[in-house]
Nanobody
Framework: QVQLQESGPGLVKPSQTLSLTCTVS??????????WKWIRKPPGKGLEWMGT???????YYSPSLKSRTSISRDTSKNQFILQLSSVTPEDTAVYYC?????????????WGQGTQVTVSS
């Protein structure tokens, strides 16, 4: 089972770009059928899917965040990266990276521990 670890700044100023990295161990991000996701949880709210990058490098984004979100990968480092531009205090949240893979007829999920990001001047 893969392990995921988020890293990045805990404090970002309004209007700046938030950048987080997810480092994957125990498996390659190019392994067939894996989907790599960014999810966040604002305070007092539920989980929000932000976007996904697949094992082929294809990307999919939440419609509500698409204009500000970019997910890329560095296969040499086995990492995938989230960039969220023009942040506001409403982007304050715990940010998680996660994986999903189907084996047989079942989906298997793994999550990072999450990282707190606060947007404040």
């Amino acid at each position: 089972q893969v392990q995921l670890q988020e890293s990045g700044p805990g404090l970002v100023k309004p209007s700046q770009t938030l950048s987080l990295t997810c480092t994957v161990s125990g498996g390659s991000i190019t392994t067939n059928d894996y989907y790599w996701k960014w999810i966040r949880k604002p305070p007092g709210k539920g989980l929000e899917w932000m976007g996904t990058i697949t094992y082929t490098g294809s990307t999919y984004y939440s419609p509500s965040l698409k204009s500000r979100t970019s997910i890329s990968r560095d296969t040499s480092k086995n990492q995938f990266i989230l960039q969220l531009s023009s942040v506001t205090p409403e982007d304050t949240a715990v940010y998680y990276c996660a994986s999903r893979v189907m084996r047989g007829s079942s989906w298997y999920d793994s999550w990072g521990q999450g990282t707190q990001v606060t947007v404040s001047s």
